[in-house]
């Protein structure tokens, strides 16, 4: 068996991590889910999420990653417990379907870059996204999207992941804070950072039921929880690394990225009267790229947006891509290259019916938003907290100052808190799913 390798530097492991929380999630579906839930109330409500939920989710992952200093699947029977594979498998079939269309969506990003490039879009930018969503256009997207991941991947951890992140990264974060200066600027900022940032109460608690599980749901799928991807992650760490550092350093870097998107994003809207509520997965697409053709520059910052999406998508794709390579290259010795192209297929084919139409495309979205993530998450946490907490306790403390009362807390959170706001989140997820598939109707909705 190869030397397994190790992250050359903590910030190369804190970057790899960012690189994979970080994504489409932050810039394409973060703004739009505002806009669609309410603007300021729900911001409040992801927030909540994302440091109550999502941090001691992450540190859950960790804990399974480091102690077992192997591949998601194999960690639990490292651990002792090899009848709990299944649920490392589970993720990294979420990882699988997950970046089945993902890619799609990096397709798209791929013909609006060209089409900042020819100005293909700025006359009817909704008719543009019809022409490129589906067909053979937005196959031929899926497949570069999937070819550059690939090629990326095959070169492994230290070679590919860290030295791409390391440059995307602070890529995104300074062409985001520029394009956020310049929507400052605009006519109809005052108005934009007004819906954006002042919340209305009265949304908020009529709509409480509603808000939780996007906000639950968006804090797992950007901070990349329920995917195995940082039980991949860390179990190429030091003992002598602060978990709980390290996790607070990656979700807080991810919950500024996806603010930022925001300051650019309202801002647009609002100075070309578009209203954000319009919502849907085509709204960057087609109201914000909409706005790039009727402002001075907007060519410019189109290709700008466009980039940054780029990176910001292939940064979590390759590690998207990356847990199934590494399990499958570990486990039969076969080599990077070879899994690496092998899987990229499978995965791009697999994605092929979702090129058909966007209710297809919505299908694959869905059921990996309301059952796929909340069952990953569900099971990682139930493990930790509840089948072999002694040695995650013992885990979690190595590498840091903050004591036994910052272990218990976790535990006892692990235990209860997170089970329950999870559970809560997948009843409303299935719910919505037969809801859609017809198989119940909406007299009978809990909630
Ligand atoms: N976090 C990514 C985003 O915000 C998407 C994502 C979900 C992801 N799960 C992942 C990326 C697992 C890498 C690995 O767009």
Redesign the pocket.
């Known amino acids: 068996m190869p030397e397994r390798e190790h992250w050359t530097s903590r910030i190369g492991f804190i970057l790899a991590a960012v690189?994979?929380?970080?994504?489409?999630?932050?810039?394409?579906?973060?703004p739009f889910q505002t806009a669609s839930n309410g603007g300021a109330a729900f911001v409040l409500v992801y927030l909540v999420a994302v440091v109550l939920i999502g941090f001691p989710t992450m540190l859950v992952e960790f804990v399974i990653g480091r102690r077992s200093e192997s591949n998601p699947v194999d960690a639990f029977e490292k651990l002792g417990f090899g009848n709990w594979s299944f649920a490392g498998a589970f993720g990294v079939v979420?990882?699988f379907v997950?970046?089945s269309f993902?890619s799609i969506v990096g397709g798209w990003v791929l013909s609006y870059i060209l089409g900042s490039v020819t100005g293909s879009y700025f006359g009817d930018a909704a008719g543009y996204f019809g022409s490129i969503a589906s067909g053979t256009p937005a196959i031929i997207g899926h497949a570069i999207f999937m070819g550059l991941t690939v090629g990326i991947v095959a070169f492994g951890v230290t070679d590919g992941i860290e030295r791409a992140t390391k440059v995307m990264v602070p890529g995104i974060l300074i062409l985001l804070v520029g394009l956020g200066v310049w929507a400052a600027t605009l006519s109809g900022a005052a108005a934009g950072y007004d819906y954006y940032l002042t919340p209305d109460f009265a949304v908020l608690f009529s709509n409480l039921d509603s808000i939780i599980p996007y906000a639950v749901g968006q804090a797992?799928?950007?901070?990349?929880?329920?995917?195995s991807?940082?039980i991949a992650y860390s179990s190429y760490l030091d003992r002598d690394d602060s978990l709980p550092a390290d996790s607070g350093a990656i979700v807080g870097v991810?919950t500024l990225i996806?603010l930022l998107a925001g300051f650019v994003v309202f801002p647009i809207l609002s100075t070309i009267g578009v209203s954000p509520e319009s919502g849907g997965a085509g709204t960057a697409f087609t109201s914000l790229a909409g706005a790039f053709g009727q402002l001075t520059g907007g060519a410019i910052l189109g290709f700008v947006f466009f980039s940054i999406l780029l990176f910001?998508?292939l940064?979590?794709?390759?590690?998207?891509l990356?847990?199934p390579v590494s399990y499958v290259s570990e486990t039969y010795d076969y080599g990077r290259t070879r899994v690496a192209l092998g899987l990229g297929t499978a995965i791009f084919l697999f994605g092929l019916p979702a090129t058909t139409g966007l209710a297809t495309f919505g299908w694959y979205n869905d059921v990996v938003f309301n059952l796929l993530?909340p069952v990953a998450v569900l099971l990682f946490v139930l493990f930790v907290g509840w089948v072999a907490a002694d040695q995650f306790t013992e885990e979690i403390s190595l590498g840091t100052s903050l004591g036994d009362s910052f272990t218990i807390t976790w535990l006892w959170w692990v235990r209860l808190v997170i089970p329950l706001a999870v559970g809560f989140t997948l009843v409303l997820g299935i719910q919505s799913l037969l809801l859609k598939a017809g198989i119940i109707d909406a007299a009978i909705l809990l909630g």
């Open positions: 690189g994979s929380a970080v994504g489409l999630g932050n810039i394409w579906s973060f979420v990882s997950t970046l993902y797992f799928f950007t901070l990349s929880l329920g995917f991807v940082m991810n996806a910001a998508g940064s979590s794709s390759i590690s998207l990356e847990v993530i």
